[in-house]
């Protein structure tokens, strides 16, 4: 079994920063791509940042999407199997419900599967 617990939302100002971790435990062979997703009320879940893995102990590269560049950067540890989501110049558009997720692999044989987080919520006030 695999379980993804984010953690570090809550409430801040517009202008203030916020940082998400995203940690994966459980059966896990390898992660491949782990990703960052929101989803504000009455919208579609949206992809906020992804970042790409040759295999559990490789590096990434970051994928963010337009809505994030310049203020969000997406990283990961994966030793520690996590992703963090480091938030900066938050705006009250930013409010949303923030999902991770990840691609993994239980077994050496096994499809690679996608797993989600419970999400956490992240408000800015104006």
């Known amino acids: 079994q695999v379980q993804l617990v984010e953690s570090g939302g809550g409430l801040v100002q517009a202008g203030g920063s916020l940082t998400l971790s995203c940690a994966a435990s459980?059966?896990?062979?390898?992660?491949?791509?782990m990703g960052w997703y929101r989803q504000a009320p009455g919208k579609q879940r949206e992809l906020v940042a992804a970042i790409r893995s040759g295999g559990i102990h490789s590096g990434g590269s970051p994928n963010n999407a337009d809505s994030a560049k310049g203020r969000f950067t997406i990283s990961r540890n994966n030793t520690k199997n996590t992703v963090y989501l480091q938030m900066n110049s938050l705006k009250p558009e930013d409010t949303a419900v923030y999902y991770c997720?990840?691609?993994?692999?239980?077994?050496?044989?096994?499809?690679?599967?996608?797993?989600w987080g419970q999400g956490t919520q992240v408000t800015v006030s104006s």
């Open positions: 997720n990840a691609d993994i692999k239980t077994t050496w044989g096994s499809p690679t599967s996608v797993y």
């Open positions: 459980g059966s896990i062979f390898s992660i491949n791509g």
